[in-house]
């Protein structure tokens, strides 16, 4: 399995061993808009609500070559998908985006706000106004923008299923050097509740992910192997997580499975958070 490098993974490989396989089905002709699906937790996520029967979206901000991987992937395993591109740190990126997509297909029943980065670790004194505003537009923004963006669709089917991905981060602070990153998920997570009071009343019902130390290139690009060690002897599994053990919360999210759960922000993280 590709993904981080730091640490022993055979022991965990094994308690969780085989493919993580969907326990919902989608409806026929059901679609999803999955952002920052490239790659982890959102590659993983693409996968497994196209194993339900869902029609995915895939987009990247900027490796195509990634994103047709994971739908020439779905496509090989039966499934149906497309790949689009958006930067959604960019203001006018996310009506675009919902623009070119409808243009494509007739509706959007799930919206799955992934895409985000830590851009850069840095104290609080090294943290400049530049870096907190792009890693704000990054994670804060870009979710609100693409919500606003998808909304009235969805509103005319009079249904639709929004889930965010935010972070441990966002209950504990996170680790040094991610003030500006961990501030927004938290903000994500205050969205997702009031986004979820208004947005249930036309039947779109909104709910948040909140993965812990999921075993990704995320880490490979913003976690030393010092660090990483010391998040993963703070686990109480023992062990980080797998992106499917994500993507397996997010598709019950989606399904009908869960229709009375609103506003809830699920904890996947072996221990870390127990909320």
């Not at 640490?7 to 965990?12: A, G, K, L, S, V």
Request: with cysteine; hydrophobic share 45%.
């Amino acid at each position: 399995m590709a993904g981080c490098k730091f640490f022993d993974t055979t022991d965990y490989k094994e308690i969780v061993k085989g493919r993580f396989r969907i326990m919902q089905s989608f409806r026929s002709g059901h679609i999803s808009l999955v952002t920052g699906a490239s790659t982890g937790i959102g590659a993983a996520i693409a996968k497994v609500l196209a194993e339900g029967g869902s029609q995915v979206i895939v987009h990247y901000r900027s490796n195509s070559e990634a994103a047709e991987k994971v739908v020439s992937d779905i496509v090989a395993a039966g499934g149906s998908a497309f790949a689009v591109q958006a930067d959604l740190s960019q203001p006018n990126s996310a009506q675009k985006l919902v623009d070119d997509v409808l243009d494509r297909v007739k509706h959007i029943d799930l919206l799955v706000n992934n895409a985000g980065s830590m851009i850069s670790r840095h104290k609080l004194l090294e943290v400049t106004d530049e870096l907190w505003d792009e890693v704000i537009e990054t994670n804060l923004s870009s979710v609100f923008r693409l919500t606003r963006a998808i909304v009235p669709s969805m509103a005319k089917m009079g249904r639709g299923e929004i889930v965010n991905i935010a972070s441990v981060a966002a209950r504990n602070g996170g680790s040094i050097g991610i003030i500006p990153y961990a501030s927004a998920k938290a903000a994500v997570l205050c969205m997702t509740k009031g986004l979820a009071k208004e947005l249930i009343k036309i039947g779109i019902r909104v709910n948040a992910v909140n993965p812990g130390v999921i075993d990704t290139p995320f880490h490979e690009r913003f976690t030393s192997p010092e660090q990483m060690k010391t998040l993963v002897a703070n686990i109480p599994q023992g062990r980080p997580g797998r992106p499917e053990e994500v993507a397996s919360v997010v598709a019950f999210l989606a399904s009908e499975d869960s229709s009375h759960i609103v506003g809830e922000a699920i904890e996947v993280n072996g221990g870390i958070w127990m909320d």
